[in-house]
């Protein structure tokens, strides 16, 4: 079956319809290119046709994109991948350039006819690339439509027309925040942007198009007429020069220069700028095959986009019946308390919000209240929306409302007598074989379960905080938890639109066991004499959202001393951090607890605004005199996190790779352009990293020791992704 059909109404008005088969949005892939092509051809050498309208079959979308399998199939068809791809590319070109020109004459543009875009809604990727290739594009008034180009966050950039045709229309700066940030607009916004022509009402989308196409407009696309100027200016400009300038050192401070794709993209543009329109596709073409080959973007392809996609859809999710949650409790409505319940009235689900006192619940529930109101001052939220979303959570101190729930989530006080007092309180009333999920960070889930009178009903579900912001979700098998409940919090968490990862139970978990030595390390240098600008300048070089000493400000460094002190108590002699004890002791004693207490490794003003390092901090530790190269200190910082990342692996708490790597990234920011830890190192090489570690193990200790998996790899030169691609280990 064909994803594209062609009607031909009354009046000469030829519809082309996407409908791809199968799914519920439209996909872009090499036959749908194909068929596109040839019905645009056949209607444009029909005599009865005097113009198109492109539109979709499926209800309140356009199109979510290209089928990012298409690059991989160009990639790997050829012992030429450069000029496989580059051909594959130029082809695509070729389909949305003969749209654009509509068979006008090419040297005096007449002829032709008008070809329009009817979008219902949703126009994302390529979905928005071949209507900026049509000569007006119309979109339904649908507010939760989002149209734009997404491609920068995945590591690419726009390769199909989408980046010089965007830029010629709008000018490199108004076009700097669809292409260089990726954002997204309703259509409202869009059209104010200059991205789509007209917002009409659902009801009249296909007829106005319709009436445009008969209206005999004028088609030529303004780069394709004599003396066309680029918007803003080109790079010759005064005007075109600045823009250009500031662009570059917007991109490198945002980037610091470790993502491909928009250093790529911004040369796209900019040298298209200078030519002919013909030759700055060639031009965008081919800086779109140099990112391609970069393994940054096909680690972030498969991580961003492959990856995280099969994890949303249940990749690892047990054979059991549909979970939908229709009613769950909140217990405790602290911080994450408040979060949880408010990203579950957001998708629809009743929520028992419980607190100790009726004060403390409705402090939780005005969390939502006050989200509300911030999405009603941007004019995303209506206040008949807030009422409704407020009208789906019970803010109470009577846990007799928990009677119905089919999902509890507890996220009480880290404590193991409160949560063992919580969860018998809980299963008085919901019984033991309602699914249990603790919140928590650290604390062990099967000593947890030890107080549920159903082990197999009993869970872990780590949010990341802020919850409402924070994407991935952590979930924890205990020893004892069941199928269903696996399944359940899984359920749980694409209701909620959120991207799971399940790990099985160890001190803490997956994350907080990866992040923990990344913090360690950053302090550990202080203690040694490395100046903190040096530590902290180098992991976000190296693309982490924030240095480890900023990290541990963020996250309260009381929190520090009391994961150090449980974790010591636990390991015993073991124990492998009092260097770091030291300097965090000594930081907590001072009263210097971190953002919350406006004193720690940074200062802060009386707003709590972040203005600098502490300068004091050398009285204590002095910067050494000779300091260590930047990539020394890049290597420490991200081999203290990936090495956890290997022997959670090996430890079977991690048990896919591309959880890993997703969870890396979601959950604390490591590195995105390196698609994750298990990806970095596939990109570094197994031999070379090993060998990176035996000079650190050497130089700095046994914490960077080479894991035995590693040496495995290393020694056949192999790769965890050609092991464990598919979260099962393939070796012989």
Same mark, same amino acid.
């Given at each position: 079956?064909?994803?594209?059909?062609?009607?031909?109404?009354?009046?000469?008005?030829?519809?082309?319809?996407?409908?791809?088969?199968?799914?519920?949005?439209?996909?872009?892939?090499?036959?749908?290119?194909?068929?596109?092509?040839?019905?645009?051809?056949?209607?444009?050498?029909?005599?009865?046709?005097?113009?198109?309208?492109?539109?979709?079959?499926?209800?309140?979308?356009?199109?979510?994109?290209?089928?990012?399998?298409?690059?991989?199939?160009?990639?790997?068809?050829?012992?030429?991948?450069?000029?496989?791809?580059?051909?594959?590319?130029?082809?695509?070109?070729?389909?949305?350039?003969?749209?654009?020109?509509?068979?006008?004459?090419?040297?005096?543009?007449?002829?032709?006819?008008?070809?329009?875009?009817?979008?219902?809604?949703?126009?994302?990727?390529?979905?928005?690339?071949?209507?900026?290739?049509?000569?007006?594009?119309?979109?339904?008034?649908?507010?939760?439509?989002?149209?734009?180009?997404?491609?920068?966050?995945?590591?690419?950039?726009?390769?199909?027309?989408?980046?010089?045709?965007?830029?010629?229309?709008?000018?490199?700066?108004?076009?700097?925040?669809?292409?260089?940030?990726?954002?997204?607009?309703?259509?409202?916004?869009?059209?104010?942007?200059?991205?789509?022509?007209?917002?009409?009402?659902?009801?009249?989308?296909?007829?106005?198009?319709?009436?445009?196409?008969?209206?005999?407009?004028?088609?030529?696309?303004?780069?394709?007429?004599?003396?066309?100027?680029?918007?803003?200016?080109?790079?010759?400009?005064?005007?075109?020069?600045?823009?250009?300038?500031?662009?570059?050192?917007?991109?490198?401070?945002?980037?610091?220069?470790?993502?491909?794709?928009?250093?790529?993209?911004?040369?796209?543009?900019?040298?298209?700028?200078?030519?002919?329109?013909?030759?700055?596709?060639?031009?965008?073409?081919?800086?779109?095959?140099?990112?391609?080959?970069?393994?940054?973007?096909?680690?972030?392809?498969?991580?961003?986009?492959?990856?995280?996609?099969?994890?949303?859809?249940?990749?690892?999710?047990?054979?059991?019946?549909?979970?939908?949650?229709?009613?769950?409790?909140?217990?405790?409505?602290?911080?994450?308390?408040?979060?949880?319940?408010?990203?579950?009235?957001?998708?629809?689900?009743?929520?028992?919000?419980?607190?100790?006192?009726?004060?403390?619940?409705?402090?939780?529930?005005?969390?939502?209240?006050?989200?509300?109101?911030?999405?009603?001052?941007?004019?995303?939220?209506?206040?008949?929306?807030?009422?409704?979303?407020?009208?789906?959570?019970?803010?109470?101190?009577?846990?007799?409302?928990?009677?119905?729930?089919?999902?509890?989530?507890?996220?009480?006080?880290?404590?193991?007598?409160?949560?063992?007092?919580?969860?018998?309180?809980?299963?008085?009333?919901?019984?033991?074989?309602?699914?249990?999920?603790?919140?928590?960070?650290?604390?062990?889930?099967?000593?947890?379960?030890?107080?549920?009178?159903?082990?197999?009903?009993?869970?872990?579900?780590?949010?990341?905080?802020?919850?409402?912001?924070?994407?991935?979700?952590?979930?924890?098998?205990?020893?004892?938890?069941?199928?269903?409940?696996?399944?359940?919090?899984?359920?749980?968490?694409?209701?909620?639109?959120?991207?799971?990862?399940?790990?099985?139970?160890?001190?803490?978990?997956?994350?907080?066991?990866?992040?923990?030595?990344?913090?360690?390390?950053?302090?550990?240098?202080?203690?040694?004499?490395?100046?903190?600008?040096?530590?902290?300048?180098?992991?976000?070089?190296?693309?982490?959202?924030?240095?480890?000493?900023?990290?541990?400000?963020?996250?309260?460094?009381?929190?520090?001393?009391?994961?150090?002190?449980?974790?010591?108590?636990?390991?015993?002699?073991?124990?492998?951090?009092?260097?770091?004890?030291?300097?965090?002791?000594?930081?907590?004693?001072?009263?210097?607890?971190?953002?919350?207490?406006?004193?720690?490794?940074? $200062? %802060?003003? !009386?707003?709590? *605004?972040?203005?600098? #390092?502490?300068? =004091? /901090?050398? @009285?204590?530790?002095?910067?050494?005199?000779?300091?260590?190269?930047?990539?020394?200190?890049?290597?420490?910082?991200?081999?203290?996190?990936?090495?956890?990342?290997?022997?959670?692996?090996?430890?079977?708490?991690?048990?896919?790779?591309?959880?890993?790597?997703?969870?890396?990234?979601?959950?604390?920011?490591?590195?995105?352009?390196?698609?994750?830890?298990?990806?970095?190192?596939?990109?570094?090489?197994?031999?070379?990293?090993?060998?990176?570690?035996?000079?650190?193990?050497? $130089? %700095?200790? !046994?914490?960077? *020791?080479?894991?035995? #998996?590693?040496? =495995? /790899?290393? @020694?056949?030169?192999?790769?965890?992704?050609?092991?464990?691609?598919?979260?099962?280990?393939?070796?012989?």
């Amino acid at each position: 079956m064909t994803d594209f059909t062609l009607a031909i109404d009354d009046q000469g008005v030829a519809v082309i319809t996407w409908d791809t088969v199968g799914k519920s949005m439209n996909v872009m892939n090499q036959q749908g290119f194909a068929d596109l092509d040839a019905l645009v051809a056949q209607a444009l050498t029909d005599d009865a046709v005097k113009g198109i309208v492109i539109t979709s079959g499926k209800d309140g979308s356009f199109a979510g994109g290209m089928d990012l399998n298409i690059i991989a199939a160009m990639r790997d068809s050829s012992d030429d991948p450069a000029k496989a791809i580059f051909d594959g590319v130029m082809e695509m070109h070729g389909v949305l350039r003969r749209i654009e020109r509509a068979g006008m004459d090419p040297k005096t543009n007449k002829g032709g006819k008008p070809i329009a875009a009817a979008l219902p809604g949703t126009a994302l990727g390529i979905g928005l690339e071949i209507p900026l290739a049509c000569h007006r594009i119309f979109a339904a008034d649908n507010p939760k439509a989002k149209i734009g180009l997404p491609e920068i966050m995945v590591g690419i950039f726009p390769g199909a027309g989408g980046t010089t045709r965007l830029s010629r229309k709008l000018g490199a700066m108004g076009a700097s925040p669809l292409l260089l940030q990726g954002k997204l607009n309703n259509p409202t916004a869009a059209m104010k942007a200059g991205v789509i022509d007209e917002v009409v009402p659902a009801e009249d989308l296909l007829t106005k198009a319709k009436e445009w196409v008969l209206s005999e407009p004028n088609i030529v696309k303004p780069w394709d007429d004599k003396g066309w100027k680029m918007p803003g200016g080109a790079p010759y400009h005064p005007a075109g020069f600045m823009t250009f300038v500031g662009a570059s050192a917007m991109v490198n401070g945002n980037t610091q220069g470790v993502y491909p794709a928009a250093k790529a993209l911004l040369s796209a543009v900019y040298e298209g700028a200078l030519v002919p329109f013909d030759t700055a596709l060639k031009i965008e073409a081919r800086w779109f095959t140099h990112v391609l080959l970069n393994p940054s973007s096909s680690a972030m392809i498969r991580s961003l986009f492959i990856n995280k996609e099969k994890l949303e859809k249940g990749a690892n999710r047990p054979d059991v019946s549909d979970q939908k949650v229709k009613k769950v409790g909140v217990i405790g409505a602290g911080m994450m308390g408040a979060g949880i319940a408010l990203v579950s009235a957001k998708a629809g689900i009743e929520v028992v919000l419980i607190d100790n006192s009726q004060e403390a619940a409705d402090k939780g529930k005005s969390y939502s209240a006050d989200y509300m109101d911030k999405g009603i001052a941007r004019k995303k939220a209506t206040p008949e929306k807030k009422e409704a979303l407020l009208g789906l959570i019970n803010a109470t101190t009577d846990y007799a409302a928990l009677e119905g729930c089919d999902l509890i989530v507890e996220a009480v006080f880290e404590d193991m007598g409160v949560k063992a007092e919580v969860t018998k309180k809980v299963q008085a009333v919901v019984g033991p074989d309602c699914v249990f999920a603790t919140n928590t960070s650290t604390l062990p889930i099967t000593e947890l379960a030890q107080a549920a009178e159903n082990a197999e009903a009993f869970i872990g579900i780590h949010f990341f905080s802020p919850v409402d912001k924070m994407n991935l979700v952590e979930i924890i098998k205990g020893q004892k938890t069941g199928d269903v409940a696996v399944a359940k919090a899984l359920d749980f968490v694409r209701q909620i639109r959120k991207t799971p990862i399940v790990v099985n139970d160890a001190r803490f978990f997956y994350a907080n066991r990866c992040i923990i030595p990344y913090i360690n390390e950053g302090i550990r240098m202080v203690k040694e004499g490395v100046s903190p600008a040096l530590i902290e300048n180098a992991a976000k070089l190296v693309g982490m959202p924030l240095g480890p000493l900023q990290l541990v400000d963020e996250t309260s460094i009381d929190l520090g001393v009391k994961i150090a002190k449980a974790t010591k108590a636990a390991m015993g002699d073991a124990y492998p951090d009092g260097e770091v004890d030291e300097v965090l002791f000594w930081m907590a004693d001072a009263g210097r607890m971190g953002r919350k207490s406006n004193a720690g490794f940074y $200062t %802060y003003d !009386d707003k709590g *605004k972040r203005e600098g #390092l502490w300068s =004091e /901090l050398g @009285d204590k530790y002095p910067v050494a005199a000779d300091q260590p190269d930047l990539i020394t200190v890049q290597h420490r910082l991200l081999f203290a996190q990936v090495l956890e990342a290997v022997r959670a692996l090996e430890d079977g708490v991690l048990t896919d790779i591309r959880e890993g790597d997703v969870g890396a990234i979601l959950g604390w920011g490591f590195a995105p352009w390196s698609g994750g830890p298990f990806s970095w190192l596939d990109i570094l090489g197994a031999p070379f990293a090993a060998e990176t570690c035996d000079m650190l193990t050497e $130089t %700095y200790g !046994d914490r960077f *020791k080479t894991p035995d #998996l590693l040496r =495995e /790899l290393a @020694d056949r030169n192999g790769t965890f992704y050609a092991r464990f691609g598919e979260g099962v280990d393939t070796a012989a």
